[in-house]
């Protein structure tokens, strides 16, 4: 950090396995990717390249290639996944994860189905020499997943060998834990992490509204992605109490209640 700031809460160093920040690249060229690395390597985990978008972007391997070497770990979305499956590629897709050298890999079923147990038969095949991310939900508003399947999938797939399970919200923020208004669906996630530990967990939650109801929720150190690069910045200030969305959820009780009361008293002298 630029300068001393006391209690600002501690962050997981990296290589994180809490407090992961997943930014979706939906086609950045070359310079801003390598623009982006210089502004926000620090605080990037993985990056996705989104849905589809690896087999139309320029200069692929050699984007693949700057964000290695900054220490950030890329991989192909999940969408892409589903289409070589849907194809009756699997053994393609990783051989082409061997081309590009990327040792991160998504498994997801959200514009498909694919049966549960072979989706975490693959999962359980790719986790041997992969770090596998798995995502449950479906990207369909009018598919209602219920929360009992919610909990079973997760769990079936983390014990297949993913290293987190991604709950899905999409790139829109309005299906999945979200409700078509974009607000959290309280009541399955509650019933999701009474079940599933949160840490397991990577929420997609690309508005910012969200990642302030999860960073409220179980802290800074959430594990959040679908992360628009030029809100990296913006959501690690979310998370170490840096904007009026936050500002009081690290402060020490004695502080907040003080600038709290003060904050009161100034809005009764001016009624």
């Known amino acids: 950090m630029n300068f001393e700031l006391p209690h600002i809460p501690k962050r997981a160093v990296a290589p994180r396995k809490t407090g992961v920040t997943m930014m979706m690249d939906k086609g950045l060229?070359?310079?801003?990717?390598?623009?982006?690395?210089?502004?926000?390597?620090?605080?990037?985990?993985?990056?996705?390249?989104?849905f589809g978008t690896s087999f139309v972007t320029r200069n692929f391997e050699e984007k693949i290639k700057l964000y290695q070497e900054a220490g950030i770990r890329p991989y192909l979305g999940g969408t892409l996944f589903e289409a070589f499956f849907a194809r009756g590629m699997v053994k393609e897709y990783k051989l082409m994860l061997d081309k590009y050298n990327l040792d991160l890999v998504e498994v997801s079923?959200?514009?498909?189905?694919?049966?549960?147990?072979?989706?975490?038969?693959?999962?359980?095949?790719?986790?041997?020499?992969?770090?596998?991310?798995?995502?449950?939900?479906?990207?369909?508003?009018?598919?209602?997943?219920?929360?009992?399947?919610?909990?079973?999938?997760?769990?079936?797939?983390?014990e297949a060998g993913s290293w987190k399970v991604i709950a899905e919200g999409r790139e829109s923020g309005n299906v999945g834990v979200f409700r078509p208004n974009g607000n959290a669906h309280t009541?399955?996630?509650?019933?999701?992490?009474?079940?599933?530990?949160?840490?397991?967990?990577?929420?997609?939650?690309?508005?910012?509204?969200?990642?302030?109801?999860?960073?409220?929720?179980?802290?800074?150190?959430?594990?959040?992605?679908?992360?628009?690069?030029?809100?990296?910045?913006?959501?690690?200030?979310?998370?170490?109490?840096?904007?009026g969305d936050t500002f009081f959820e690290f402060l020490p009780s004695d502080y907040a209640d003080r600038l709290k009361q003060v904050n009161e008293d100034e809005i009764v002298e001016e009624d």
Do not use: Y
């Not at 990717?33 to 620090?42: C, G, L, P, R, V």
């Not at 929360?147 to 983390?158: N, V």
């Not at 990296?232 to 904007?243: A, D, K, N, V, Y």
């Open 29 to 50: 060229s070359l310079r801003e990717t390598e623009n982006f690395i210089d502004a926000s390597k620090h605080i990037t985990d993985v990056v996705k390249f989104g």
């Open 109 to 158: 079923d959200g514009s498909i189905i694919i049966d549960h147990n072979e989706k975490c038969e693959i999962i359980h095949e790719f986790a041997k020499d992969r770090t596998v991310l798995s995502e449950v939900g479906s990207k369909d508003s009018g598919i209602i997943v219920s929360p009992s399947k919610w909990i079973k999938w997760m769990s079936k797939e983390l």
């Open 187 to 243: 009541l399955l996630i509650n019933r999701i992490i009474a079940k599933i530990k949160p840490d397991s967990i990577l929420w997609e939650a690309p508005k910012k509204t969200q990642q302030v109801w999860f960073i409220k929720l179980f802290g800074h150190n959430v594990n959040l992605g679908n992360i628009a690069p030029n809100e990296m910045i913006p959501l690690e200030c979310l998370r170490l109490g840096l904007r």
